[in-house]
Structures are given as structure tokens and as C-alpha cells.
């Protein structure tokens, strides 16, 4: 039987190309999206497309029923308005997590961002997304659920598996990563039982793409 997967931020940069390699792949995606008319022009009837806000917690509770794994690629976008990180990065997160346990959920992937320790960040002058970002982490870590917690570098619009990719723990590395790459990490990460309940970072890096990116995952110790 299929899995039927939720991806939160569908229409989004990496959230949309998450959906396409759920679909291509043959899974059940759902999708959650605020704006069901444009999630139909972007996927068209395929996906079971669900209108929720992160913001609502109630318009998630059916969104998330029946799901096997959910895959959040949400963001905040403009500080001091409805979205802005607290309600977007934390609470937004909060609410789909809480959602998620309450549904069962075996498997929770959230995209987050490198640089969520370093208060003194750049980044951070923008609404204290980085802050706000790592409450939402948190809240993941602490509910019990199975999870994945990739922290990206940069995003680019570059081709995905065109570049090699350095994964690392610590919150101590720089640099920028495609947005197609990190839509690969969210939907291997379903896959492979060393990526649960693990927190790590991802950049581009100089040398040939990897034919397989599975030794890293082993190589990951969880939080």
C-alpha cells in the first residue's frame, strides 16, 4: 500500500518540488496549501489538495488525518505582519506538530535553516527568524514524534545533483545549497531509518555529485 504523505508549503520553492518528486515516485501526496486554486494550477487533480493555514491550528485537524509522514517546508516571508517568523517559523510549526501527534503521524520533516544557534547572525535582524525558527525545531524535538530536521544553506534555484553536497552537524558550516537538493534530502529522509531523529546541516561543495547520498545518513549521530 501506498504511503499517503502531507507537505506543508506546497506551492512554495521547496515545497512544490517535493510535491513533483512524490508524484513522480508514485505516493499518495496531499497537499496543504492556503490557495487551493493555484496548488490546482501548479499539480492539477493529482495530489488531495487540503486548504489549512499553520497559523489556524483547526483547519489542521483534518488535513492530517489518515498521513503517514508529513514533510513541512514553510517559511516566513515579511517580518512585523501575519506572517512573520513567530507566527509562521514557531507557532505555525507548533500547530502542525501538535496536529501531527494528535493524528499519529509516523514521520515528521521539517526544512528549518542553518545559522538557528547563532543569535548574532545576520539573518537574525529579520524578525529574529533564526530565534524563531529554532523554538519551531524545538518543539518538534520534544513532541515524540519521529523526525527529520534538515537545515539548509542558501537557497538557490540551481539544477538538483549537479553539485556535491556536504552534510554536517553542529550548526558550524556556511554556504548556499539548491532548493531542488533539499527537496531530494526531505523525501530520502522517508526512507531511511538513520535519518530519524536527527538534526543536520546542508551546503554545496567542491568535487562531483555523490552517486548516493545514504552514507551520510549512517554517518549521522541523533539529537
Not at 507548533?94 to 520533516?109: E, I, P, T
Not at 524563531?132 to 513532541?143: A, C, I, Q
Not at 539544477?159 to 552534510?167: D, K, M
Request: proline share 4%.
Amino acid at each position: 500500500m501506498r504511503r499517503k504523505i502531507l507537505v506543508a508549503g506546497a506551492t512554495g520553492g521547496v515545497g512544490s518540488k517535493v510535491v513533483r518528486l512524490l508524484l513522480d515516485s508514485g505516493e499518495q501526496v496531499r497537499l496543504l496549501a492556503r490557495d487551493k486554486e493555484r496548488a490546482f494550477q501548479m499539480f492539477g487533480p493529482t495530489p488531495d489538495i487540503w486548504v489549512g493555514d499553520t497559523r489556524v491550528s483547526n483547519s489542521l485537524t483534518e488535513a492530517v488525518e489518515h498521513i503517514d509522514a508529513l514533510i513541512c517546508t514553510t517559511g516566513s516571508r515579511t517580518p512585523g505582519t501575519k506572517n512573520d517568523p513567530e507566527q509562521v517559523d514557531y507557532l505555525g510549526v507548533a500547530n502542525l506538530v501538535h496536529s501531527a501527534v494528535q493524528a499519529g503521524v509516523k514521520h515528521f520533516v521539517l526544512v528549518s535553516s542553518i545559522a538557528v544557534t547563532q543569535t548574532d547572525h545576520p539573518l537574525n535582524k529579520f524578525g529574529r527568524v533564526l530565534d524563531w525558527k529554532l523554538k519551531g525545531e524545538n518543539v518538534l524535538r520534544k513532541s515524540g514524534l519521529p523526525y527529520t530536521i534538515i537545515r539548509p544553506g542558501g537557497l538557490t534555484n540551481n539544477p538538483g545533483g549537479t553539485r556535491r553536497l556536504f552534510i554536517a552537524q553542529g550548526d558550524k558550516i556556511t554556504g548556499k545549497v539548491s532548493r531542488a537538493d533539499v527537496a531530494m534530502l526531505c523525501v530520502m529522509a522517508l526512507d531511511e531509518p538513520a535519518a530519524k531523529n536527527v538534526t543536520f546541516e546542508v551546503v554545496e561543495s567542491d568535487g562531483q555529485p555523490q552517486r548516493s547520498l545514504v552514507e551520510y545518513f549512517g554517518g549521522l549521530k541523533a539529537d
